[in-house]
């Protein structure tokens, strides 16, 4: 626009002053802001998805390291597994052989097996009771004890399974079954 124009659009609305609004413009420019969508408030809250998302994640975790501590039977070898019904954990031992251990370790005066270090084997069972060596570096060594035997040295057997819960050599000592 020129300046001519400027000045022309100037000069007429000064000769007719004011203009009126129509009597219902009002009600339109209502109805029209009642139409549209109006912004809602930012809400600036603490998004939990993510959060719940974490804690469940971290709740399963802990789930699954606290089966795996109630499967694993107090100290004795990490090879051992659960027996379909029978409530207790099979060992296995040099040659095949099986010794029966209890699946709960809180039941520590039930427990027939334990699996020591090979020196805290010999240094236990000192009184002649000789450890054939294992016929190869995965397999172990296996003693069995009488009862009086077992009776004698079972609470240091106990302690030595658990100052070494998975020994390098281990020694699996067990009661003879009856």
């Known amino acids: 626009m020129s300046d001519t124009e400027h000045d022309r659009i100037a000069r007429l609305l000064r000769e007719q002053g004011?203009?009126?609004?129509?009597?219902?413009?009002?009600?339109?420019?209502?109805?029209?802001?009642?139409?549209?969508?109006?912004?809602t408030p930012v809400h600036h809250g603490v998004n939990w998805r993510p959060v719940a998302a974490w804690a469940a994640v971290a709740a399963a975790l802990l789930a699954v390291g606290v089966g795996i501590a109630?499967?694993?039977?107090?100290?004795?070898?990490s090879s051992s597994g659960s027996t379909g019904g029978g409530g207790s954990a099979v060992l296995e031992g040099a040659?095949?052989?099986?010794?029966?251990?209890?699946?709960?370790p809180s039941e520590d005066s039930m427990k027939q097996a334990y699996t020591v270090p090979r020196h805290e084997a010999e240094k236990i069972l000192a009184n002649g009771t000789t450890i054939q060596p294992a016929m190869s570096s995965a397999a172990r060594s296996l003693v069995t004890l009488n009862r009086a035997q077992w009776n004698a040295v079972r609470g240091?057997?106990?302690?030595?399974?658990?100052r070494h819960p998975h020994p390098h050599d281990p020694v699996i000592v067990r009661l003879r079954p009856n």
Request: aromatic share 0%; charged share 15%.
């Open 18 to 39: 004011q203009a009126e609004a129509p009597p219902d413009l009002a009600g339109d420019v209502m109805a029209q802001v009642r139409r549209e969508p109006q912004a």
């Open 70 to 77: 109630q499967l694993a039977p107090g100290g004795s070898s």
């Open 95 to 104: 040659g095949g052989s099986k010794a029966a251990a209890p699946v709960h």
């Open 156 to 162: 240091k057997l106990a302690a030595a399974a658990a």
